[in-house]
């Protein structure tokens, strides 16, 4: 046998091995959306001992000697010498995830593992009492464990880049803050001036009285358009709404059980079917295998966004589907006129909680967020002091301030989960998004006829060729280079915010 059959042979061993993991943990992921839509809550329990039971499973398999082995000689294996080719970023990325896994000390995951759950429980109560001081302590020993983490997992810089890996592989914290700082320098005086303009929109009409099966069925519509492969999905309500695969053909997201409003079942579903789309649009013949296999959450939240807010939030978007709409809901929408509906799905308001934030606000919650989680990690910030930092920070970039802790330092879930380094991935998203789609503009040009038409291909197809097919053979930064030419920057996202809100809140922002 020749020594690159001998090559081929074992890179197919390791494909196989990794395939059947990627299965097992798709029963995992079956088991956690049930766990959303279905499961009747005394079922909890067994539910809990059977997702154990399959996480200690996995992770056996990802420990493996043989399967370690395999993968180191493989990766210094002519294989292995282009990172972008489908096996070297096959071996590459494994090879990445394995060594992160077999840092970890059993003991510190079981605890990790134990502390996120009892966080989550104390979390829950905490908000309902609004009564941080009962959650303090988990929560001052949830960063403890995350500095083990990060210390075990090891890092140059900064802590935080060794926790900020697991979500967006590669990023560097020194990057994403030097971003993030620029896009907060030029946010803050604009949602200022939008709020000073005084202008609000009426959104009362969203409120009226929508019936929930006519609601879902709208969005479900719209998500068809857009391109969710009903054939190969599902939309299903849950307490939040979620966007979870299955297998290569088995993509399901969800929408809220009870909607506040039209819109915000609408926008859910349309935010849910990006990422959908997203995972439609991986190469299914890579599936169970990193070029089958979404890059980051970051990009990830860039199809969401995009979907969102690029398009769902368009003019365009509301010039093909308010006929729609009317026909639907003549009661409430009968008399709507197009300029007042884009004005409400446009309502640009500082608020409080972070998931009903608007588009240009929306940051600005996860900066607060970012900055204070890296001075927690750092030392510079004790626990006991971050209800009053946290307080600052909404008094400084938003204007307002939150009256109590349910509303303010206990409003995520995310921390007590243990999901530190998490939250500036909703934001690479929107930047990414705001950057692909003028991107996508200036290679196939304007798209509002289209989507003023309700045609949607144009841009699926771009993103489907340019970012959904590449699976993980490139890092976020990487691909934000190849698709635009550039690195990850604030310019797009700003340069649409204001493009939209200018007009609309008769502002000029230069
Ligand atoms: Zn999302």
Redesign the pocket.
């Known amino acids: 046998m020749s020594e690159s059959s001998v090559w081929k042979e074992k890179f197919e061993q390791v494909c196989q091995y990794a395939r059947e993991t990627s299965t097992l943990a798709s029963v995992g992921a079956l088991l956690d959306w049930d766990e959303s839509v279905l499961l009747p809550l005394a079922g909890g329990e067994h539910r809990a001992r059977q997702s154990s039971l399959l996480a200690g499973l996995i992770h056996r398999r990802w420990v493996d000697e043989q399967f370690g082995q395999w993968l180191d000689e493989l990766a210094a294996s002519p294989l292995a010498s282009d990172r972008h080719s489908v096996e070297g970023a096959t071996i590459c990325q494994l090879k990445r995830q394995r060594d992160k896994k077999v840092k970890l000390p059993q003991s510190l995951v079981e605890e990790l593992s134990h502390t996120s759950v009892l966080g989550q429980q104390q979390w829950v109560e905490a908000r309902k009492r609004n009564d941080f001081a009962s959650f303090k302590p988990l929560l001052e020993k949830m960063i403890g464990l995350k500095r083990q983490e990060a210390d075990a997992l090891g890092w140059e810089t900064c802590r935080y880049d060794a926790l900020l890996d697991d979500y967006e592989p590669g990023e560097k914290t020194a990057n994403v803050r030097r971003v993030l700082s620029g896009l907060r320098d030029e946010l803050v005086p604009i949602v200022a001036k939008i709020v000073d303009s005084g202008r609000r929109p009426d959104v009362s009409m969203f409120e009226g009285n929508f019936s929930q099966a006519s609601m879902i069925e709208f969005s479900r519509v719209m998500a068809e358009r857009f391109g969710f492969d009903f054939r190969r999905g599902r939309l299903d309500t849950s307490p939040h709404p979620?966007?979870t695969s299955i297998g290569p053909n088995d993509c399901r997201i969800t929408t809220r059980k009870t909607p506040r409003t039209f819109s915000d079942c609408l926008y859910s579903v349309l935010?849910?079917t990006?990422?959908g789309i997203y995972e439609q649009g991986l190469p299914v013949e890579h599936y169970g295998l990193p070029p089958g296999e979404a890059i980051s959450l970051g990009i990830?939240?860039s199809q969401?966004?995009m979907w969102e807010n690029q398009v769902g939030r368009s003019f365009a978007f509301w010039q093909y589907a308010l006929p729609q709409a009317k026909t639907t809901f003549p009661k409430a929408l009968g008399n709507a006129a197009l300029d007042a509906v884009y004005f409400a799905v446009n309502d640009v308001c500082p608020s409080l909680i972070r998931t009903e934030a608007d588009e240009a606000t929306y940051n600005l919650h996860i900066l607060v967020r970012f900055e204070l989680e890296q001075a927690l990690l750092d030392g510079d910030l004790s626990v006991d002091d971050l209800p009053a930092a946290w307080n600052e920070k909404y008094r400084q970039y938003l204007g307002i301030e939150p009256p109590d802790d349910a509303d303010g330092v206990l409003q995520d879930v995310h921390w007590s989960a243990g999901l530190i380094g998490y939250f500036p991935t909703?934001s690479l998203?929107n930047l990414y998004a705001a950057q692909f789609f003028a991107q996508a503009e200036q290679e196939i040009g304007p798209l509002n006829e289209a989507f003023g038409q309700g045609e949607f291909g144009l841009l699926r197809d771009w993103l489907r060729t340019k970012i959904h097919c590449v699976g993980q053979r490139y890092t976020a930064a990487e691909l934000v280079e190849q698709v635009c030419g550039e690195p990850l920057k604030h310019d797009a996202l700003i340069g649409h915010l204001k493009q939209k809100f200018g007009p609309l809140y008769d502002v000029s922002f230069d």
Do not use: I, L, T, V
């Open positions: 979620f966007c935010h849910e990006g990422h990830h939240e969401s966004r909703y998203g």
